[in-house]
């Protein structure tokens, strides 16, 4: 099976602007969830999305958001771009099956906030 | 927060078991103990995770103590390329998807 794979690879916007970055998960999972990375904070879960429905969120602002399509694919948007906004974005899939619940990060989004 | 503590670095010589520690003393009886690793720049890899049964794979072999309060994730033979932050988390399954509590890892030099 083919893994997550994430898109754009890398990306440098500039503060104000805003940004779309796209997950597609693995072939049959219907879970997927975002997660920001950045040196100071480390790994932090920003939102879950499964069946096109937000299940769970983290601790950022509204300026941070998704959505799910029918086929599991999930984006996320990102609005009046800060400095601090600079990341390295995970998606994860998962099938949530039971207690098989295991997530499987795609190679992130490099996101650069000039 | 975190519920599990690490030490922040580690080394291995290549080809020598990677032993690698982790606490988890306020553990509850049905959380799970996963471990991802980091290579520089990649997205996290799904490693193991178990119960409270050691746990073996073709990656590496998870050993949780009776009273399920650490548990130690062994590499048996470690190469360069295991070199990385390794994470181990405990996690609530249920009918929902918990998301994943990172906390600073260890990071682990495998050196020839």
């Known amino acids: 099976k083919a893994g997550v794979t994430q898109t754009p690879r890398y990306l440098i916007k500039t503060r104000g602007q805003q940004v779309t970055l796209s997950c597609s998960p693995i072939s049959g999972h219907r879970s997927v969830s975002w997660y920001q990375q950045t040196p100071g904070q480390g790994l932090q879960f920003l939102f879950e999305?499964?069946?096109?429905?937000?299940?769970n969120k983290g601790n950022f602002p509204g300026r941070f958001s998704g959505r799910q399509f029918s086929n599991s694919r999930s984006e996320m948007n990102v609005s009046t771009l800060e400095l601090g906004d600079s990341a390295l974005y995970l998606c994860a899939s998962s099938p949530t099956s039971g207690d098989q619940e295991t997530q499987y990060f795609g190679p992130g989004t490099r996101l650069l906030v000039l | 927060d975190a519920k599990t503590t690490q030490p922040p670095s580690m080394d291995c010589a290549e080809g020598r078991a990677a032993n690698l520690p982790c606490n988890h003393s306020t553990i509850s009886g049905n959380e799970y103990v996963y471990w991802y690793r980091q290579i520089h720049s990649q997205g996290p890899q799904y490693i193991i995770h178990g119960l409270k049964n050691n746990e073996t794979n073709e990656m590496a072999s998870l050993i949780i103590t009776e009273d399920r309060k650490s548990s130690t994730l062994i590499l048996p033979h470690a190469t360069l390329r295991d070199t990385a932050v390794y994470y181990c988390i405990v996690r609530l399954l249920n009918s929902g998807n918990t998301p994943l509590v990172f906390g600073k890892g260890t990071r682990l030099s495998v050196i020839a």
């Open positions: 999305y499964f069946s096109e429905t937000q299940r």
